[in-house]
């Protein structure tokens, strides 16, 4: 732990609604996704896509099993998310955290934290989803939008929560 987290206010901070649904959304979907790959086991071809390109077309083929790779990494990653989100004053912060702004600061770095999460699981689910259909057939690839869609919400939510630090500081 740096300095600066040592000497950071240590106050509880309860999550907000808006929280509590950030993480009963990042839940469903993990739990509703590793339902789908159990039903669909049998059914998953025993050659599926294991890399796209950046115009989302498949590059790289593997075995059925290494469509396991997605869901177990996005399992871990909310695992570790979930848990650091009940620690947000230990993240790193671009302004100085003081009992004054704390509690505003810390709620912030939460709902990043969570929507973050969000938005990973949602991808896996997503990317693993469409490399099941592709082995099935029933698809051609993520689309050339796939990059730019993730990469604009995933940098427009860490910018956004970023300025709103700033602007509670």
């Known amino acids: 732990m740096n300095k600066a ?37 049998t ?3 025993d050659k599926i896509p294991t890399h796209f390109g ?11 099993n290494s469509v396991l790779m997605l869901p177990v990494i996005m399992t871990a990653l909310y695992l570790l998310l979930t848990i650091l989100s009940a620690f947000p004053q230990y993240y790193n912060y ?5 009992v004054e702004n704390a509690a505003a600061q810390y709620k912030n770095a939460r709902t990043l934290m969570l929507w973050i999460t969000l938005q990973l699981v949602a991808v896996f689910s997503y990317i693993t989803y469409i490399s099941i259909q592709i082995g099935l057939g029933n698809n051609k690839g993520l689309g050339i939008w796939s990059l730019p869609v993730f ?3 995933v940098f427009g939510t860490v910018i956004y929560y970023i300025r709103r630090m700033v602007k509670l500081k």
């Open 5 to 41: 987290a040592s000497q950071r206010p240590s106050i509880k901070v309860e999550r907000t609604n808006f929280q509590r649904i950030l993480g009963v959304a990042s839940f469903v979907i993990l739990v509703m996704f590793w339902i789908y790959l159990f039903t669909e086991w």
């Open 43 to 45: 059914s998953i071809p």
């Open 54 to 64: 950046v115009l989302g077309e498949v590059d790289s083929w593997g075995s059925k």
């Open 94 to 98: 671009t302004v100085t955290i003081t």
């Open 151 to 153: 990469l604009v919400g």
